[in-house]
């Protein structure tokens, strides 16, 4: 059985992308049929790098096309003068043509993608318009529980205007991969769907957004096979006890999400999973943190986290 190629893309020179991912690298060590890609600049950190020779045979090349000829037992190091934003577009490029099968990415800021020349706002519109795929979601997995985003960011006057029956059912079908990816004993559970108002609109007298989409996504998900249950009460729904009723949190917008998803799991530990792209990838659930960078500070929990979940979604798709 061939390798699982696995790229690692560091995110901007100047933040704490490739700290955190040679101490992930260094962490985890080599992985039984993975094979790592890593894109760095040629200012990368030779403590870092000394620390990942700590553990890997490395070969250096300049660019992926050299890279993807290397073959054996190495990690192969890709020192590159291209802007992180363009080995983003070039790592999913690879994907698309099952040159390489999966993706984990460091932080990359809007503005280096601005200054790359591309109008795409973050990593999830770059892989849209590569992949050609109308809908995708992001998702998060935790070690307490999981979320999936129905909307992703948008003003809050904006919000209300996409929710419908058409966009929880779509961000539902992705939430259900998300699902299935789990182990068995959470896999079993159901997604539980959030709704938008509170107290979930009070039957119509909170705002009638629940009262347009839950009926209709009731027969929907029967029709699928999918288990959930909603609306759940939101200030209610990620109460401790409630964490193990369900497989999957499904969050109609951006922070009612992720603020109980980093209030429990912090900065520096869970994976963003972009769902509903043909190809495996995952990411940090942090940002740049360019006010340590240099500073041996960053945390790579969340990076071991987006390699392992990495490997094991590549796996499943075998």
Request: proline share 4%; with cysteine.
């Amino acid at each position: 059985m061939s390798n699982k190629r696995i790229a690692l893309t560091t995110g901007d020179d100047d933040g704490i992308g490739f700290e955190v991912t040679a101490k992930a690298l260094h962490k985890l060590g080599p992985q039984k049929g993975v094979q790592f890609f890593l894109w760095r600049n040629d200012n990368a950190s030779a403590k870092y790098l000394k620390l990942i020779d700590q553990k890997f045979k490395r070969i250096v090349v300049d660019d992926l096309e050299e890279a993807l000829k290397v073959e054996g037992n190495y990690l192969v190091d890709i020192c590159s003068d291209q802007s992180p934003a363009h080995w983003v577009e070039a790592t999913a490029k690879a994907c698309m043509k099952k040159q390489l099968d999966g993706m984990a990415t460091a932080p990359l800021s809007k503005t280096l993608i601005k200054d790359a020349g591309l109008k795409d706002l973050g990593h999830t519109d770059i892989l849209k318009r590569l992949s050609k795929t109308k809908t995708v979601h992001m998702g998060f997995a935790g070690s307490e529980f999981n979320v999936v985003l129905a909307t992703g960011h948008l003003a809050i006057s904006q919000v209300s205007k996409h929710i419908s029956f058409s966009t929880i059912a779509e961000a539902l079908l992705n939430a259900d991969l998300l699902r299935k990816s789990l182990p068995t004993s959470k896999r079993s559970k159901p997604i539980g769907v959030l709704g938008l108002n509170p107290h979930s609109g009070e039957q119509g007298m909170i705002g009638g957004e629940e009262l347009m989409v839950f009926p209709n996504l009731a027969a929907f998900a029967k029709e699928k096979k999918i288990p959930y249950e909603g609306p759940l009460v939101p200030d209610a729904a990620f109460f401790k006890e409630n964490w193990k009723k369900y497989s999957v949190y499904l969050c109609l917008y951006h922070d009612q999400g992720l603020i109980p998803f980093k209030m429990i799991h912090g900065q520096d530990s869970g994976v963003h999973i972009s769902l509903g792209i043909p190809f495996v990838r995952t990411s940090v659930d942090h940002g740049t943190a360019k006010d340590i960078f240099g500073k041996n500070k960053a945390n790579p929990n969340s990076m071991i986290d987006a390699i392992r979940w990495s490997i094991n979604l590549t796996r499943q798709q075998a």
